[in-house]
């Protein structure tokens, strides 16, 4: 059962009128999308291209930069991966994973969001992390020290406990009166701030919001690409976001949550663009 704590703080916050505009806007945006011609035969190409073009914006926003041709042609197997690779390579690796686990830990994020997780890391991590870090794969760091997203500062000390309340916040998904996307926004700061993961936290936040958006029913299509919006708002607003959050209070919330609604607002529209390009038989990327 949801904590009720949680589920009161959440139907506040839903009620903020800054965010409810926020998230209504964003649900539009998907409820488009949703209805585009060029999803009626082919959807399942579209969501295959989603996912590599959410793939490459994750990257980038961990400072490996590429472009949707390249991940598209490791994607479908035409270039190999090295078997050296160097270390933006592998960020983009983890990327491609981890974007491709979202769409399948979608059903037990909700129920399971442990394993979820758990899940969504060793996906991300298992390119990343290398020798004796290697056995934290798929596990939250014990103490050890997280560089990842220094502009936000150190990360919180109660690891497990803070690593629990997003546990109590992905109970919620699912519950009347809780919108998806307020959850997604949420625990993707959580999880940033906390940093639970000795690397790969970026890519594990940005994936829990890919999962959620999607199999939560804000895009049931799986076309959006929500990464494509944080990319497109830059990485300083996406810092700076992320920072007010982490200070507390309604207006840090407020400024995350209508951040990440933009953001999904965004991704829905290169959606669009996606379905555009299928449509005009323009996509080279298998299903």
Do not use: K
């Not at 990257?59 to 991940?71: C, K, L, P, Q, T």
């Not at 103490?143 to 992905?170: F, H, K, N, T, W």
């Not at 990440?260 to 990327?285: C, F, K, N, Y």
């Amino acid at each position: 059962m949801p904590d009720t704590r949680v589920l009161d703080s959440l139907h506040t916050i839903a009620a903020w009128p800054a965010v409810a505009e926020a998230l209504q806007e964003a649900s539009e945006a998907c409820t488009r999308l949703r209805w585009h011609e060029g999803l009626r035969r082919r959807a399942p190409e579209a969501a295959g291209e989603s996912r590599v073009r959410g793939a490459r914006c994750s990257a980038e926003m961990d400072g490996a930069r590429s472009d949707d041709a390249v991940v598209r042609s490791f994607v479908i197997g035409a270039t190999p991966w090295p078997e050296q690779p160097d270390p933006a390579l592998s960020v983009i690796r983890g990327a491609i994973q981890v974007t491709a686990e979202a769409e399948h830990v979608g059903r037990i994020v909700g129920t399971a969001p442990r394993q979820a997780l758990a899940r969504l890391h060793t996906a991300a991590a298992e390119p990343i992390l290398q020798g004796e870090d290697r056995s934290f794969i798929g596990r939250p760091r014990e103490g050890q020290e997280c560089a990842e997203m220094a502009d936000l500062g150190r990360p919180p000390a109660d690891v497990p406990g803070r690593l629990s309340g997003v546990v109590d916040l992905l109970d919620c998904v699912g519950t009347p009166g809780v919108p998806v996307a307020l959850v997604a926004a949420l625990a993707h700061a959580e999880i940033a701030v906390v940093r639970p993961f000795l690397r790969g936290n970026g890519l594990v936040a940005r994936a829990v919001e890919r999962a959620l958006v999607h199999a939560g029913g804000v895009d049931p299509t799986g076309v959006s690409v929500p990464e494509a919006g944080h990319l497109r708002r830059g990485a300083t607003p996406y810092l700076g976001s992320l920072t007010a959050y982490a200070r507390g209070g309604r207006e840090g919330v407020e400024l995350w949550v209508r951040h990440v609604a933009g953001a999904i607002t965004d991704g829905a529209a290169e959606g669009e663009r996606i379905a555009d390009a299928v449509r005009a038989g323009r996509l080279d990327l298998a299903p």
